[in-house]
């Protein structure tokens, strides 16, 4: 199993970025999927997350309204929208894919950071 985060960068203060986290040797459809966030010397987040269909999802109140979480199970594909970025999401940002029990894999992460 293999999940590869990308879209990552350094964007100023109101900018947007797209995440994408590429998947692959599992079933994706079977997978919800969650993206977290790790900013230094603090521990992981949970931003959002996605059932396996995607059709509802959950965000953290420090991003509601500016981040959008996506998927497209025909192309193996988990996507964050991130708008009007703030430098308090500077982080590195990881995707997980979650199954049943201890089924639950996740990327190497991709650096985010917000600054002018």
């Known amino acids: 199993v293999q999940l590869v985060e990308s879209g990552g960068g350094l964007v100023q203060p109101g900018g947007s970025l797209r995440l994408s986290c590429a998947a692959s040797g599992l079933t994706f459809s079977r997978y919800a999927m969650n993206w977290h966030r790790q900013a230094p010397g603090q521990g992981r987040e949970l931003v959002a997350a996605i059932t396996r269909a995607g059709d509802s999802s959950i965000y953290a109140d420090s991003v509601k309204g500016r981040f959008t979480i996506s998927r497209d199970n025909a192309e193996n594909t988990l996507y964050l929208q991130m708008n009007n970025l703030k430098p308090e999401d500077t982080a590195v940002y990881f995707c997980?894919?979650?199954?049943?029990?201890?089924?639950?894999?996740w990327g190497q992460g991709t650096q985010v950071t917000v600054s002018s």
């Open positions: 997980q894919a979650v199954g049943g029990g201890q089924d639950n894999y």
